[in-house]
């Protein structure tokens, strides 16, 4: 089991550079990827970020270039860099991670709101 806590987030004017926060508790140790989804009212959720245990980053097309998705293993935390929001970016951002070896599981935190105001 994995419990995900995030922080951040708020109402931000377009323009604006927030930062997302995630903390990991449980059994980090088996950990094997890290990431941030969001999903916008009447929309599906989807990826935004996300970075393998010692590996890659992926991004959105729709982020790429102004969102960083960075992790701090010693600290058991994944953060969400978010630089030039739009109000499209308006969403309920969830931080998640996949973990566990044959079977593994997704887990979710508890959603944090951002609002960009144009």
């Known amino acids: 089991q994995v419990r995900l806590v995030e922080s951040g987030g708020g109402l931000v004017q377009a323009g604006g550079s927030p930062r997302l926060s995630c903390a990991a508790s449980g059994s980090i140790f088996s950990i094997n990827v890290m990431g941030w989804y969001r999903q916008a009212p009447g929309k599906q959720r989807e990826l935004v970020a996300s970075?393998?245990?010692?590996?890659?980053?992926n991004y959105a097309d729709s982020v790429k270039g102004r969102f960083t998705i960075s992790r701090d293993n010693a600290e058991n935390t994944v953060s969400l860099q978010m630089n030039s929001l739009k109000p499209e970016d308006t969403a309920v951002y969830y931080c998640?991670?996949?973990?566990?070896?044959?079977?593994?599981?997704?887990?979710w935190g508890q959603g944090t709101q951002v609002t960009v105001s144009s």
């Open positions: 970075k393998i245990s010692g590996g890659s980053t």
């Open positions: 998640y991670c996949n973990a566990g070896t044959q079977p593994s599981y997704n887990y």
